[in-house]
């Protein structure tokens, strides 16, 4: 979208702000950096944050500011804007198929010579075309080979085919094989911590015998990466995982706000919301609703709608353009023209949908950050 | 999203588009305008095509070409596009309330004076705010009083407050009445033609209502607009409305594939497709499943996910870059590399998803189209 519909300029206050907008509270998002570095403080473990979160540069560079490595990302393109904007290291946690894309790769590799590159890899057909594609570039990949932990979406099984995989990697001068990628997505979301214990206790097994026999092999394996804001608590005391990466604790949704949770790990708080206007608003015998100008299209609804971030209200529907709120019980009054804030129900696909976070602290907008990767789905 | 990340040129052939990406099959999306023109053909009523379906510039000129007499769109930021693409008649079906953003659209109108551009009140306070920010501009709008004929999402009920509402908007010379916006979206996807049927006959009975206490005030009414792409024919053939809304027509979508049909009604034909890369094979014997590079983030999943276009597979997982699809039933083998296709469960918000068309014929892309107003939110 054109810059001149940016929705706030710094100094604006909040109730100024043009809506929809996603807000990012700035205290709450600087506590939550802090509170995950302490979290693990004084164990050997990297925090390499997942950037597709948030898709961010100006995120990415405070989150390296509070001691992360580097960050993930899930694509080339999305890589891409975190390398110009500065970020020396970045993992790529998902495989790269076919000569176009393995390509563009190894080219973008090639124009930061510096900075660390990583993909993951489950297949022999496309370590060779990676390999191809860095010697055409002349550029190198740090290669991460990627174990089906119980995710079930990409990955090998065996404890052969990993080993079978990283010598395919030993065999090509470009390559590095670095270790193991070992995320089990789907394990976040589970809302007992037993459940959670129960598979990532999983994870750890299958992680930790691939790679004994990778150093049996005499292969390198140097990080066992994984983890997501539900779980890796349990990876990084683990003693098989090395690195964890995190990507919707620094904002939260609704979705992570059920997970249950216990005493010794960090409480999150929901920093990122949806500023929105009452554009519609009835009260009568027959209906009291509040419409407000926000809908499939500011939020995601993959794990339910964006909820009211005050008492009193419900979701009843969601269209495109529109969310219609029902009273429900006490609390605030919805007025025409009012700027009701929501909370996402998922954050990933939330911020993908917009172009701008507004970073807002004491009700007052301090600076409006481009989300540079938005979008950037090749 | 950065030029350099355009999935495909004119020329290329269909196999070599970058991945994720919208396809859209330029014969059966030219019979698709062509079905819609015929179906209302002898009949008084206009065509005013939906552009928060494709968001495309190029697109409302090819429905303009084909007989459209402009275009709807959802917000002030979403027109700008289309009016400096050259659409000179605009109309917003829906509200636009606060000083900024009231200000935006007659500062816009103001930009095109040559153009029509019209927008929806349902609120006293709305038409005073509308009608200073055009004195202020010094620009004009037609407005439509929105009346809820059963979607209860905006819009006044009661007959009195339509014309209060009229007297108010004829108290500013900027503000032109023009007539009702009467949409009833929710009866789009009710399944049997007889239960849309009875929607639509209700929805009639209230607009007509409402048209009568207009034109006996003496008041103006010139246009009842509304319908979508599951009702229009019984709109069309209302005797009340003269003007349509549909957008999905032109590309369709799994959802509106699902609705029962009627033998006189134009039977449209899916013409836009997610072309999407397989990034992760597995196949023995605990699993045969085919993971795709697209996900939450390429398709909505507010309808029910993306499904295949092709038989012998269905959808397992979707997460935010991954489709998982599980073998289910004879059907086409897939490979690691494969380039399968996927009908969009919901059509407006994938479009928003992404930057470009790729327009294809034959299995050549012939054209790349942006896609203007994606994330025109405001």
Same mark, same amino acid.
């Given at each position: 979208? %054109?810059?001149?519909?940016?929705?706030?300029?710094?100094?604006?206050?909040?109730?100024? =702000?043009?809506?929809?907008? /996603?807000? !990012?509270?700035?205290? &709450?998002?600087?506590?939550?950096l802090?509170?995950l570095m302490?979290?693990?403080?004084?164990?050997?473990v990297r925090v390499r944050p997942h950037a597709k979160s948030h898709?961010c540069v100006?995120i990415a560079r405070r989150q390296i500011a509070a001691g992360a490595i580097g960050i993930c990302c899930q694509?080339?393109?999305e890589a891409a804007p975190f390398l110009a904007g500065g970020i020396a290291d970045v993992l790529i946690t998902?495989?790269?198929?076919?000569? &176009?894309?393995?390509?563009? !790769?190894?080219?973008l590799a090639?124009?930061y010579?510096a900075a660390k590159v990583g993909v993951c890899?489950? #297949?022999?057909?496309?370590?060779?075309? /990676?390999? @191809?594609?860095?010697?055409?570039?002349?550029?190198?990949l740090d290669?991460y080979?990627?174990? %089906?932990?119980?995710?079930?979406?990409?990955?090998?099984?065996?404890?052969?085919?990993?080993?079978?995989?990283?010598?395919?990697?030993?065999?090509? @001068?470009?390559? *590095?094989?670095r270790g193991?990628q070992?995320?089990?997505?789907?394990?976040?979301?589970?809302?007992?911590?037993?459940?959670?214990?129960?598979?990532?206790?999983?994870?750890?097994? +299958?992680? @930790? @015998?691939?790679?004994?026999?990778?150093?049996?092999?005499?292969?390198?394996?140097d990080v066992?990466t994984g983890a997501?804001?539900?779980?890796?608590? !349990?990876?990084?005391?683990?003693? =098989?995982?090395n690195e964890i990466q995190p990507g919707?604790?620094a904002?939260?949704?609704?979705?992570?706000?059920?997970?249950?949770?216990?005493?010794?790990?960090?409480?999150?708080?929901?920093?990122?919301?949806? +500023?929105?206007?009452?554009? *519609?608003?009835?009260?009568?015998?027959?209906?009291?609703?509040?419409?407000? %100008?926000?809908? !499939?299209?500011?939020?995601?609804? %993959?794990?339910?709608?964006?909820?009211?971030?005050?008492?009193?209200?419900?979701?009843?529907?969601?269209?495109?353009?529109?969310?219609? +709120?029902? &009273?429900?019980?006490?609390?605030?009054?919805?007025? +025409?023209?009012?700027?009701?804030?929501?909370?996402?129900?998922?954050?990933?696909?939330?911020? #993908?949908?917009?172009?701008?976070?507004?970073?807002?602290?004491?009700? &007052?907008?301090?600076?409006?950050?481009?989300?540079?990767a938005?979008?950037?789905?090749?």
């Open positions: 979208m %054109d810059e001149q519909w940016i929705p706030a300029r710094a100094g604006d206050t909040l109730s100024s =702000v043009d809506t929809p907008a /996603l807000i !990012l509270d700035l205290d &709450r998002f600087e506590a939550n802090t509170r302490n979290a693990i403080h004084g164990r050997s898709k100006e694509k080339t393109s998902n495989e790269v198929v076919g000569q &176009r894309k393995t390509a563009r !790769l190894a080219e090639a124009s010579p890899v489950d #297949n022999a057909i496309a370590v060779a075309e /990676l390999a @191809r594609a860095c010697e055409r570039a002349d550029s190198a290669v080979i990627e174990l %089906d932990v119980g995710h079930n979406r990409a990955g090998v099984t065996a404890t052969e085919e990993v080993v079978a995989l990283a010598h395919a990697i030993g065999m090509h @001068r470009k390559l *590095s094989l193991l070992a995320y089990f997505g789907n394990a976040q979301h589970r809302r007992s911590t037993s459940e959670r214990r129960d598979a990532i206790a999983t994870a750890t097994s +299958l992680a @930790r @015998r691939a790679k004994a026999a990778l150093v049996e092999a005499g292969l390198p394996c066992v997501g804001t539900g779980t890796f608590m !349990l990876e990084a005391t683990s003693g =098989v995982y919707s604790y904002m939260m949704d609704v979705d992570y706000a059920k997970n249950e949770t216990e005493p010794s790990w960090p409480a999150f708080e929901q920093s990122m919301f949806i +500023l929105t206007t009452v554009m *519609s608003r009835r009260k009568d015998a027959h209906s009291d609703r509040a419409t407000l %100008d926000a809908g !499939l299209k500011s939020f995601s609804t %993959d794990s339910g709608p964006a909820s009211p971030a005050f008492a009193g209200w419900q979701v009843r529907a969601v269209s495109d353009e529109h969310t219609v +709120l029902e &009273r429900h019980g006490a609390g605030n009054e919805l007025a +025409l023209g009012d700027k009701p804030l929501l909370i996402p129900g998922h954050i990933d696909p939330t911020v #993908n949908l917009h172009d701008w976070i507004v970073a807002v602290r004491n009700d &007052r907008v301090e600076a409006v950050w481009r989300i540079d938005r979008g950037a789905i090749f």
